[in-house]
C-alpha cells in the first residue's frame, strides 16, 4: 500500500491540495479508462473541495460526463434535508457542473427500511461495478472524512459494522451516532477496495485521531481500536490531505515534510 500524508498551513491551502490531486489522479484514471467511479464523503468538511471543482480553474479541466458518483454514508434523511451528504454534494458541486443525472447514485437512505435500503444500494453497486459476491465494487476514488472520535463513513467506535465481512451497506442504528441519526453506511471491505483513497481531515479537534491513526499501535487485544485505523487498500493508494491544526500532534519529522511513505 502506498501512502502519502500532505499537512497545508489552512483549511483553504487544504482544500486547494486536494482539488489539484483529485483533478490530476481523474485525468490519470481517464487516459486509461473510459470512466471513473467516485464516492463521496459527507459532512463538513469536504464543503470547500467541492466549491472549488465547480469553479475555475479546476471545473473545465475535468471530464465531468465520464464521473460517475457515489456516496460512502448517507444519514436516514430526504435529499433536501440540512444533513443530507447528497444534498451537500449537490448544492455544492454536482448542480454546477455538467454530470450527467443517471450518473449520479444517491444512496436511497431515507426510502423504505432502512435494512431495505441497505440493500437496494448494494444492489446498485453490484450491478455497476458487475461485482456479485463474493467480490466487492472497487472505486476509482474514494473520499472519507474522520470524526473526532476516529470514525470513517458511517462506523463508529465499537460498532458492530465494522465486522462485516460480506455485504457492501449496512444500516446504521441512531444510538451509535453522536448526532443522533440513522444511516446507511458502505463497509470496510468495500472501502478497503478502493483505488485511491483520500483523507481529508482538518481541525484542532481532530488531532488526537490524527495521531493515533497515524503514529498509534495496535490496542491491548491487538486490534485497531479506531475505524480509521482501519483503513488499509488491499490495493490502492492511501492519502491523507490535513490542514495545520489537525497535524499538530504528529511527530515533527512528520509534520515539517510531508512524506512519501
Ligand atoms: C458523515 C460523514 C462522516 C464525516 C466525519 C467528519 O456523514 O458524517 O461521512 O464520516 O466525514 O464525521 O465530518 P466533518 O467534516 O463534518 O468534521
Redesign the pocket.
Known sequence: MQMQTVVSETPEALAHSVAVYFTEKVNEILNDQESCSIAL??????HLVFSLLADEPYKSLIAWDRLYFFW????CVPPEHPES?FRTAWEGMLYRVPVQADHVYRMPADQFGSDEAAQAYENTLRDFFKTPPPGFPRFDLLF?????DG????LFPGSGTLDEKSRCVVPVPADEDP?KLA?LTLTLPVLNHARNVLFVV??SN?AWAVKTVLEGNRGAKGGWPLPAQRIQPLEGSLHWFLDRTAAASLSLEREKHPVEA
Open positions: 464523503s459527507g459532512g463538513v468538511t469536504p460512502g454514508d448517507e444519514r451528504n472519507l472524512g474522520m470524526g473526532a470514525h470513517v463513513a458511517s448526532q444511516r482538518q481541525g481532530k
